[in-house]
Nanobody, 122 residues
């Protein structure tokens, strides 16, 4: 599976962005899809996960109520709608696919996308 993230950019605090992650291959629906982020000088951290059939989602406390993860299995794409953005949301955002439903970083995640930069100005 190859993952291509897009949609990052520069936004003012309080604004919104929607990230997309397009997957290649015919097995997209067999993976739980995740978003992680990494800020400068910090470790990569979990943001959100959605189950294979979109029935279950889980969020980091820091984004709960502001971010929404969704997926369209027909389009092989996962999304991250980010609202009420804060300067502390500034990071490179990565999508990841794994057969497991993960809510923290693991060293053996199946597939990673290349990352997209999100910068929130104050």
């Amino acid at each position: 599976v190859q993952l291509q993230a897009s949609g990052g950019g520069l936004v003012q605090a309080g604004g919104s962005l929607r990230l997309s992650c397009a997957a290649s291959g015919r097995t997209f629906s067999t993976y739980a899809m995740h978003w992680f982020r990494q800020a400068p000088g910090k470790e990569r951290e979990f943001v959100a996960v959605i189950s294979k059939s979109s029935g279950i989602t889980y969020y980091a406390d820091s984004v709960k109520g502001r971010f929404t993860i969704s997926r369209d299995n027909a389009k092989n794409t996962v999304y991250l709608q980010m609202n009420s953005l804060k300067p502390e949301d500034t990071a490179v955002y990565y999508c990841a696919a794994d057969h497991r439903f993960l809510y923290r970083l693991h060293g053996d995640i199946d597939y990673w996308g290349q990352g997209t930069q999100v910068t929130v100005s104050s």
